[in-house]
């Protein structure tokens, strides 16, 4: 029976489980898998500084199915000759590795006209590519082999997350429900990054479109998608429904892995258009007041306690459009009218 890898709603279940303090034995019930495999999941996936992050243990988990398999035909004097022996008949890695499996389930099927008994050996083509590709340059053809490719190496496999690429699955603002426009709605926040010098330190800042209230999340793993969808998961979850609502953000590379947020957190994702900072006027606004604090050129701490005390004072402000309530009276009176 093949094995059932694990998916990213199994490992949004772990992460809570997780952070909720259960046993490995509780995660896997919740989960329907042995606790072993919870147990080696976390294991293997957590990150050295910041423990279990679900996005970040997704994606090793994707780079390592990724990875092309050991160099087993290298390894294997049996398989590298039947290899080689079929590569001069012009047989293809995939037309190589399937006769390969066919011989072995059949023991009685016979070897091919200039082949070699593989004695019930079988590899997939994934392993005959890094075998080939391995060997030294004029090998092939001494051997008389003429891939039909005619590369000396192999194509990279491309990763649609980088490279500057249009974001998959991209839902716009356009989209957005009625009520968040015009802010009768609380719950929908507007995201950003802002940058520290040279580029190579950053932070999250979320505002509550309604009330003006800021969250302030350092990024101390940097400033990769998994990195910050995993910061904007951990902190979101704790946020009451009432203020659950959606996140609007521009088309930067650090919001790759939305639908991963969106999954963990049940709040969906919207974004601006390109090069319209307008469309998020409030988080644009507050990003500018934060600078006061994080001046651009510097260095943006990871230190937490250092940015939620700048979130602190500046949602104590009172602020002429919420009636000169402080953000933080706007929030928590919305969330005391929300209970009674």
Same mark, same amino acid.
């Given at each position: 029976?093949?094995? =059932?890898?694990?998916?990213?709603?199994?490992?949004?279940? !772990?992460?809570?489980?997780?952070?909720?303090?259960?046993?490995?034995?509780?995660?896997?019930?919740?989960?329907?898998?042995?606790?072993?495999?919870?147990?080696?999941?976390?294991?293997?996936?957590?990150?050295?500084?910041?423990? $279990?992050?679900?996005?970040?243990?997704?994606?090793?988990?994707?780079?390592?199915?990724?990875?092309?398999?050991? *160099?087993?035909?290298?390894?294997?004097?049996?398989?590298?000759?039947?290899? *080689?022996?079929?590569?001069?008949?012009?047989?293809?890695?995939?037309?190589?590795?399937?006769?390969?499996?066919?011989?072995?389930?059949?023991?009685?099927?016979?070897?091919?006209?200039?082949?070699?008994?593989?004695?019930? =050996?079988?590899?997939?083509?994934?392993?005959?590519?890094? $075998?080939? $590709?391995?060997?030294?340059?004029?090998?092939?053809?001494?051997?008389?082999?003429?891939?039909?490719?005619?590369?000396?190496?192999? @194509?990279?496999?491309?990763?649609?997350?980088?490279?500057?690429?249009?974001?998959?699955?991209?839902?716009?603002?356009?989209?957005?429900?009625?009520?968040?426009?015009?802010?009768?709605?609380?719950?929908?926040?507007?995201?950003?990054?802002?940058?520290?010098?040279?580029? @190579?330190?950053?932070?999250?800042?979320?505002?509550?479109?309604?009330?003006?209230?800021?969250?302030?999340?350092?990024?101390? %793993?940097?400033?990769?998608?998994?990195?910050?969808?995993?910061?904007? !998961?951990?902190?979101? *979850?704790?946020?009451?429904?009432?203020?659950?609502?959606? !996140?609007?953000?521009?088309?930067?590379?650090?919001?790759?892995?939305?639908?991963?947020?969106?999954?963990?957190?049940?709040?969906?994702? $919207?974004?601006?258009?390109?090069?319209?900072?307008?469309?998020?006027?409030?988080?644009?606004?507050?990003?500018?007041?934060?600078? %006061?604090?994080?001046?651009?050129?510097?260095?943006?701490?990871?230190?937490?306690?250092?940015?939620?005390?700048?979130?602190?004072?500046?949602?104590? =402000?009172?602020?002429?459009?919420?009636?000169?309530?402080?953000?933080?009276?706007?929030?928590? =009176?919305?969330?005391?009218?929300?209970?009674?």
């Amino acid at each position: 029976m093949q094995r =059932r890898v694990l998916t990213f709603h199994d490992r949004a279940e !772990i992460g809570a489980g997780v952070q909720a303090k259960l046993t490995v034995r509780q995660i896997a019930e919740r989960i329907g898998r042995a606790p072993s495999v919870v147990s080696r999941e976390i294991r293997r996936n957590s990150t050295k500084t910041r423990g $279990y992050r679900i996005v970040t243990a997704d994606e090793k988990a994707r780079k390592r199915r990724a990875r092309p398999q050991a *160099r087993k035909v290298a390894a294997d004097p049996v398989l590298a000759a039947r290899v *080689r022996a079929d590569l001069r008949r012009s047989r293809t890695p995939n037309q190589i590795a399937g006769r390969l499996r066919a011989e072995a389930d059949d023991r009685t099927r016979e070897v091919l006209p200039g082949s070699l008994d593989a004695e019930g =050996r079988a590899v997939s083509h994934e392993a005959i590519y890094p $075998y080939i $590709y391995a060997l030294p340059k004029g090998e092939l053809a001494k051997a008389g082999i003429l891939l039909r490719s005619k590369r000396t190496r192999r @194509k990279p496999r491309t990763d649609t997350c980088n490279g500057g690429a249009r974001i998959v699955g991209m839902v716009s603002i356009d989209d957005r429900p009625d009520g968040v426009d015009d802010r009768r709605v609380p719950g929908h926040w507007e995201g950003d990054l802002i940058i520290g010098a040279a580029g @190579k330190s950053a932070a999250v800042t979320l505002v509550e479109r309604k009330t003006r209230f800021l969250i302030l999340l350092p990024l101390p %793993e940097g400033r990769s998608s998994e990195a910050v969808v995993d910061t904007v !998961i951990d902190h979101v *979850r704790g946020l009451p429904q009432l203020m659950s609502g959606s !996140i609007t953000w521009d088309q930067g590379p650090e919001m790759a892995q939305h639908a991963a947020l969106s999954v963990a957190t049940d709040m969906p994702v $919207y974004f601006a258009h390109p090069r319209s900072p307008w469309e998020r006027g409030t988080n644009e606004n507050t990003n500018g007041l934060v600078r %006061e604090y994080l001046p651009k050129g510097t260095q943006i701490t990871t230190h937490q306690p250092h940015l939620t005390a700048i979130a602190e004072e500046m949602n104590d =402000r009172p602020r002429a459009t919420l009636g000169y309530l402080t953000p933080r009276e706007a929030f928590n =009176r919305l969330l005391v009218a929300s209970t009674t």
